[in-house]
């Protein structure tokens, strides 16, 4: 069992930035992978970034690469989302999961409870 803590979210102007971060329960969040995802009202939740288990291998939805940065700090059971160049489209719910290395929402079985990013223009 894996429990899923977002916080970091807030209001900011576009083309600043924001670091979400994620606090896992348990010592064996190591072993799963994890990712990002995000929800706009009206819209399905859509893919943003995972990384492996090890923090060795990541992937990027087209959207958000180059911008976007997934990293991980196993010693302190969290995941992080560093947002760059920040856009009006990114704002939504980010929602962080784990259990896979994946950018399909159903592979995963934890999730957070979400925090709101909301990107003025």
């Known amino acids: 069992q894996v429990q899923l803590v977002e916080s970091g979210g807030g209001l900011v102007q576009a083309g600043g930035s924001l670091a979400l971060s994620c606090a896992a329960s348990?010592?064996?969040?190591?072993?799963?992978?994890s990712g990002w995802f995000r929800q706009a009202p009206g819209k399905e939740r859509e893919f943003v970034a995972t990384?492996?288990?090890?923090?060795?291998?990541?992937y990027y939805a087209n959207s958000v690469k180059g911008r976007f940065t997934i990293s991980r700090d196993n010693a302190k059971n969290t995941v992080y989302l560093q947002m760059n160049s920040l856009k009006p489209e990114d704002t939504a719910a980010y929602y962080c999961?784990?259990?896979?290395?994946?950018?399909?929402?159903?592979?995963?079985?934890?999730w957070g409870q979400g925090t709101q990013v909301t990107v003025s223009s």
């Open positions: 999961a784990a259990g896979a290395y994946s950018m399909r929402a159903g592979d995963y079985a934890y």
């Open positions: 348990g010592r064996t969040f190591s072993s799963y992978g």
């Open positions: 990384i492996s288990s090890s923090g060795s291998t990541t």
